[in-house]
C-alpha cells in the first residue's frame, strides 16, 4: 500500500514560468514533509521541508503548501528554470514506534524546464 | 567535509555471487538507512539503523543483511545476488528528521 504518492509521473513547463508538483498521503501519523531533488547519477538533496503545524513554508524560489484536511501538499517552484529539470521526491516522516523516525518516499516526478 | 560515502560506485555481479555495499558518514548522525530506487518505483527502504547496534528491516529487505559495524559506518549484503537486486542502491544518514544520501551504488546481476 503506497503511503506517499505522486500521482504525475512527469512534468513540463517553460522557463520563467510556475511548476507546480503535487503529492499525497494516507497515513496520519505523519507529521513532517520534504521535497528532494534528484538529478541523473548523483543522491537525492534535500530542498524544503514543512512541518505538520504549518501550512507554508517558502525557500527562495522554492514554497511547499500543506493541507492537512485533504492529506495533500505541493511544492511551487517560481519562475522555473533549466537548471530545475531533475526528478523531485515527495517524502513524509512520522514515528516508527518508541521514537524512531522514517522516511518514506513517492515515485517521484520528472520535471523538465524548456528554455 | 565529505558528508555520507559509498563504494563501489559500480558493480557488476553474477548471479549467486556475493558482495558488501559499503557507507560511511562523518557528520556524527545515529540514524543510517539503505534505500533502492528502480525505474517507477521511487525510492524503497531495505534497511535501517536508528542507532549504533540496532538494526531494523524496511519495506523491501528480502535478500539482504546489513551490518551497523559502529556510528559512522553501515554495510550492506547480498549473500547471493539475483538479477532483480539489479538496482541503485543509496544510503543516507539521519539528522532533524532530514535524511543525507550518498552519490549511490549502480549494480547490475547478470
Known amino acids: 500500500d503506497q503511503q506517499v504518492k505522486q500521482n504525475s509521473p512527469s512534468l513540463s513547463v517553460q522557463e520563467g514560468r510556475i511548476s507546480i508538483l503535487n503529492c499525497d498521503y494516507t497515513?496520519?501519523?505523519?507529521?513532517?514533509f520534504l521535497w528532494y531533488k534528484k538529478y541523473p547519477a548523483e543522491g537525492p538533496t534535500f530542498l524544503i521541508s514543512?512541518?505538520?503545524?504549518?501550512d507554508k513554508n517558502e525557500d527562495g524560489r522554492f514554497t511547499v503548501f500543506l493541507n492537512k484536511s485533504a492529506k495533500h501538499l505541493s511544492l511551487h517552484i517560481v519562475p522555473s528554470q533549466p537548471g530545475d529539470s531533475a526528478v523531485y521526491f515527495c517524502?513524509?516522516?512520522?514515528?516508527?514506534?518508541?521514537?524512531?523516525?522514517?522516511?518514506?518516499f513517492g515515485k517521484g516526478t520528472l520535471l523538465t524546464v524548456n528554455p | 567535509n565529505a558528508g555520507v560515502t559509498q563504494t563501489p560506485k559500480f558493480q557488476v555481479l553474477k548471479t549467486g555471487q556475493s558482495m558488501t555495499l559499503q557507507c560511511a558518514q562523518d557528520?556524527?548522525?545515529?540514524?543510517m538507512y539503505w534505500y533502492r530506487q528502480d525505474p517507477g518505483m521511487g525510492l524503497r527502504l531495505i534497511y535501517y539503523?536508528?542507532?549504533?547496534?540496532?538494526?531494523d528491516k524496511g519495506e523491501v529487505p528480502n535478500g539482504y543483511n546489513v551490518s551497523r559495524l559502529n556510528k559512522r559506518e553501515f554495510s550492506l549484503r547480498l549473500e547471493s545476488a539475483a538479477p532483480s537486486q539489479t538496482s541503485v542502491y543509496f544510503c543516507?544518514?539521519?539528522?532533524?528528521?532530514?535524511?543525507?544520501f550518498g552519490q549511490g551504488t549502480r549494480l547490475t546481476v547478470v
Open positions: 557528520m556524527n548522525h545515529n540514524s
Open positions: 497515513n496520519s501519523m505523519f507529521d513532517y
Open positions: 543516507a544518514s539521519n539528522q532533524d528528521r532530514r535524511a543525507f
Open positions: 514543512i512541518s505538520s503545524i504549518k
Open positions: 517524502a513524509a516522516s512520522g514515528l516508527n514506534g518508541g521514537s524512531n523516525y522514517k522516511l518514506t
Open positions: 539503523s536508528a542507532s549504533e547496534g540496532t538494526t
